[in-house]
């Protein structure tokens, strides 16, 4: 069956660095845009990254633009996010999901179990 | 950005009974339009796409409506796994693409 499991989070400093990773596993990894979501304590749901299945395009959220990189590793079936510069307001629980549609039209299916960050000094 | 507005924030339902949830967007988004479910500690399950499409593995008590800017997702019989927090995100315009605030559906 489909498997994401996300790692690297923790608890960071302000203006510090972290990078998540995802382990794919269960479908073809190399054949999948894929996203990163967070959710902020007691909060809702916020897109911030998506990459598409080769690498060749990337988008951002204005809120993580030029400090966020998604990036992957289709030999090793794995996604990331390196996180510079992190912010309080970057605490929450990060989400890799995977792209289900087509290149215009697409949503998020499925999700992984997720992955604390906090930012706190 | 589209802004996506869900109402209400809370709402109490007894078990056996119908639950009506809606989902607004700042401006259209055809039937781009997606519902999630999060139950606590958990990660989002996706429930409905385009609108109304049930996804794999969905009851068929799940359904969703609505197109344009007004939408509705329908718990016709409420089981007590339902109990959970409900989102809507639109994906006709991106970047970048947008969720609603949540319903949270508790037990009456």
């Known amino acids: 069956q489909v498997q994401l499991v996300e790692s690297g989070g923790g608890v960071v400093q302000p203006g510090r660095s972290l990078r998540l990773s995802c382990a794919a596993s269960?479908?073809?990894?190399?054949?999948?845009?894929m996203h990163w979501v967070r959710q902020a304590p007691g909060k809702g749901l916020e897109w911030v990254a998506l990459i598409w299945f080769d690498g060749t395009n990337k988008y951002y959220a204005d809120s993580v633009k030029g400090r966020f990189t998604i990036s992957r590793d289709n030999s090793k079936n794995t996604l990331y996010l390196q996180m510079n510069s992190l912010r309080a307001e970057d605490t929450a629980v990060y989400y890799c999901?995977?792209?289900?549609?087509?290149?215009?039209?697409?949503?998020?299916?499925?999700w992984g179990q997720g992955i604390l960050v906090t930012v706190s000094s | 950005e589209i802004v996506m507005t869900q109402s209400p924030a809370t709402l109490s339902v007894s078990p056996g009974e119908r639950a009506t949830l809606s989902c607004r967007a700042s401006q259209s988004v055809s039937s781009n339009l997606a519902w999630y479910q999060q139950k606590p500690g958990q990660a989002p399950r996706l429930l409905i796409y385009?609108?109304?499409t049930r996804a794999t593995g969905i009851p068929a008590r799940f359904s969703g409506s609505g197109s344009g800017t007004e939408f509705t997702l329908t718990i016709s019989s409420l089981q007590s796994e339902d109990f959970a927090v409900y989102s809507c995100q639109q994906y006709n315009n991106w970047p970048p693409y947008t969720f609603g605030q949540g319903t949270k559906l508790e037990i009456k």
């Open positions: 999901t995977r792209l289900a549609g087509n290149r215009v039209y697409n949503w998020f299916d499925p």
């Open positions: 269960g479908f073809t990894f190399s054949n999948y845009g």
């Open positions: 385009d609108a109304s």
